[in-house]
């Protein structure tokens, strides 16, 4: 049947599990034993005998014990695997020997005991209780089976030794699950038992005082109290081998919890432990113990200073006896704690720490506020020392530390002048023993105690002390800056500052100090700043500013240098005459925009500033820029650099209308600039130079004006003109390869102006330039439009005139002559439009003849009899158009 067939497979397991090796699965292995065992029942097994289900059930347990021993199965599957075998064993009718049955409740014994371990209780209280009933059947099978008294009484004792086992666990299970009541019977059962088993002694006592330590950290003051005591009084019954020193911890622990419980009943039974703990062994913490009970216990100032000299009767050290001061001196116990450290000191007047005590006693004066008495044991301590009671090297510091500790506090609530007194005293420690001690930082330290009492003189003489011992000291060179600021010594301030900045940017420095105060390796710049603008030192200050940008690492320090820079300088360049010191400054202005735009790019190491406080930054490094770069009007290529420092600034702005024309304006202005630089440089690699970054530029304004006019804020303000124009005047004297490409847009645009195609005319023959046919091209177009109404006659003679000569230039030699056809057409074009046109200038007139006649010459001397008839009466055509010279030329 299905009961049969899932036992089988059970079997199968059970004996592959023994018999193989599962260590790829052993996890699910286990796991399903251990809930197929809950379902199989004597009846599944049938077939098998009590003797082989017995077998399979040990042949499994041997394996676990092993396995959990020689392998690295964890105790949570060995538990499961023996969980199984116990179950197996329950569904035979046991038959066996007394022997085999011992074995079985030992198996389930320590089967709960694991699930006890591993927090299950309520699995573990199954196995104890199989336990009990097996340990019951026993006692009744070895009473009836044991044939004398001895081996009766002997039986007797094994079955009771299983009894108390199992009752102990089961006390441990019930506290587990707070039954204090159960817990504490099953206690009361073993502790029964210990006259049958009083090997059990031990175990038993170290049972309940581990409850009790469990019971204390979980804040159950009763419940630990009564384990402590039960774990007490067994312990008594065999105090020869636990010992005497393991039951005075047992009553000082019991002792502390009566002492937590604040209650004055409880005081006297915590008394009473610990005067029972001291009595089974005395250990310093237990006489500390009870000096605190005493305390609680509002015990007479004499019983306190009777209990403080037992101390000393039981010798106890001089650390233990100052702690013990201590404590009666933090409980406000004043006269018994000081009359302590008297009779503490006079103790051990004999011993190398002498000066402890005293010193002990100097300090909690000083935590008092006994300041008076306090400085009597003060100079009596320095008059020991310079006479032969040498105090102890670790003395000697803490005596400082003392010094130093009470001279800080006096700073904080700046009374300078006891500052000063206890540092005094540390100076004159140091002239009798001149170790363990920072001179100079003590030396510093009096400096500015001399500072804030406006005692310059002396300020100056410790920090020049302290400049003597430690000059690569970056505090000492502070101070020697402060003095100089305040001398008004600006070069030694200057100098300070310089010597200040080398020392913070070595590499192989020391910060241990700076550390220690908690500070970074600007601070004492800002502070040198800060020092130099409220005593009217600007140059100071912008020499500790400068350094403070070079030094740190926080942008936004960086950026806060920067601005106070400008704030201070600004003023100063704008009032300077013209000169070359005006351009140094402008320089440096530009150099500290540089630094600045470095720094908007940097990373943050720490958390970044909001986003708007950044814009805000970006916008006001912008338009200081630009401030400087209008007020450069005489310094052009500094105003160009400046328009494009303003440029870079916003672009770490939102592009908002108003940035947007900024930087179309900024960028316009810089390629005017550059232009008109192009223009006057000499050398051909500066011109080219400039003339690239025009193109840069003209490209970038572009794309912001198509910007600016898609968004409907088209300003009529010529910007598309002067970008075309100094777009074609680099392309053109660059040879740029897309001129011809650049042009056909230009040409196909119906709205140039005549001043655009004027300026094209003579841009395209600027040298380097030498582009006539676009010239002539600007020209025609020029022609074309002096004939639309009205006509401009002036204009018309003018372009014509240009037209010719680009056409046939004056001193052109025969072979550089153009296609004269094409000349000829001008020429006719003209004669056709003074015959319709009245007011034609009669010196241009003049000009078109001569050069007519000129040409027909020309052609003569080549045998070109036609042609040159050809301009000869080209020639007499314009005499008949001359006024007043008509008749001159006529002759001729």
Known sequence: ?????????????????????????????????????????????????????????????????????????????????????????????????????????????????????????????????????????????????????????????????????????????????????????????????????????????????????????????????????????????????????????????????YLDWEDKEYYNKALVAILLANKEHLAPEGLFLKMRILLK????????????????????????????????????????????LRIISDHFKLSEDTGKALLFQIYMLLQRKQEQLAKEKIEEVLRGHQTGSLLTRSSVIWLHNILWEKAARSYEVQNYADALHWYGYSLKLYGLDQMHLDLVKLQRNMASCYLNLKQLDKAKEAVTEAERLEPANVFTQFYVFKIAVLEENSDRALQAIDTLGALLTDEDRDDSDLLASGGSPTILLNLATQFSLEHGQQTVAVRSLEYLAQISEDPQEILGALKCLFRILLPQVFQMPESENKMKEMDRLLYYFNTALLNFTKPFKEEPPTLNSWINEAHWFRKVAWNLAVQSKNY????????????????????????????????????????????????????????????????????????????????????????????????????????????????????????????????????????????????????????????????????????????????????????????????????????????YPENEVLWLMIKAWNLGILMYNRNKYVSAEKWSDIALRFLEHLGSLKTKYAAQ
């Open 297 to 340: 216990c509002q015990t007479s100032n004499g019983e306190l200073l009777e209990a403080a000299m037992e101390i000393l009767h039981f010798d106890m050290p001089l650390e233990f006896c100052l702690i013990v001061a201590k404590l009666l001196l933090d409980n406000e116990r004043d006269s018994v704690g000081f009359c302590f």
């Open 636 to 839: 052009s290529v500094k105003m160009r650099d400046f328009f494009m420092i303003s440029y870079q600034m916003s672009l770490f702005c939102p592009p908002d209308q108003v940035i947007l024309i900024s930087q179309k304006t900024s960028l316009l202005i810089a390629s005017a600039i550059d232009i008109e630089q192009g223009r006057k440089a000499v050398n051909l690699d500066e011109k080219m130079k400039f003339l690239s970054q025009v193109l840069e530029q003209t490209q970038k304004c572009k794309t912001i004006w198509n910007t600016l006019k898609e968004t409907g804020s088209h300003l009529d303000d010529g910007c598309d003109t002067l970008l075309l124009l100094y777009e074609f005047e680099v392309k053109t004297k660059m040879n740029d390869p897309s001129l011809d490409s650049f042009l056909e847009s230009v040409w196909e645009n119906p709205n140039l102006e005549s001043k655009t195609l004027e300026i094209m005319s003579i841009l395209a023959m600027d040298k380097p330039a030498h582009h006539p046919a676009i010239a002539q091209k600007a020209l025609k177009r020029l022609l074309f439009n002096t004939k639309k109404k009205p006509i401009d006659v002036l204009k018309y003679s003018a372009y014509m005139r240009k037209l010719i000569d680009l056409s046939v230039p004056d001193g052109v030699s025969g072979t550089e002559i153009c296609p004269l056809e094409e000349v000829r057409d001008h020429f006719e074009h003209v004669l056709r439009f003074m015959s319709n046109t009245k007011g």
């Open 1 to 257: 049947n299905e009961n049969d067939f899932r036992f089988m497979d059970f079997k199968e397991v059970v004996e592959n599990l023994v018999l193989q090796d599962y260590s790829s699965g052993l996890h699910d292995v286990i796991d399903r034993l251990f809930m197929d065992i809950a379902n199989i029942n004597r009846a599944s097994m049938a077939e098998m005998q009590d003797t082989q289900i017995e077998e399979m059930a040990q042949n499994l347990w041997n394996w676990a014990v092993a396995q959990s021993t020689y392998s690295s199965m964890s105790k949570m599957q060995t538990t499961k695997l023996c969980h199984v075998a116990c179950k197996l064993g329950y569904m035979c009718k046991f038959s066996g020997s007394s022997e085999a049955m011992q074995r079985q409740i030992l198996m389930n014994m320590k089967t709960g005991k694991n699930w006890l371990d591993l927090g299950n209780v309520l699995l573990a209280d199954e196995f104890f209780h199989a336990s009990m009933a097996s340990l019951e059947k026993l006692y009744t099978r070895l009473t009836q089976s044991c044939d004398t008294e001895a081996n009766l009484n002997f039986q007797k004792i094994t079955v009771e030794k299983g009894v108390f086992q199992v009752l102990s666990f089961q006390a441990e299970s019930a506290f587990a699950q707070g039954d204090f009541e159960r817990a504490s019977t099953c206690i009361f059962r073993c502790k029964d038992m210990l006259v049958r088993v009083p090997e059990m002694t031990r175990y038993l006592h170290a049972l309940c005082y581990n409850l009790g330590i469990e019971a204390y950290n979980q804040t159950k003051g009763r419940e630990c109290s009564f384990w402590l005591s039960q774990s007490y009084e067994i312990g008594k019954m065999d105090k020869d081998n636990i010992g005497s020193e393991v039951l005075a911890k047992v009553l000082r622990l019991l002792a502390t919890v």
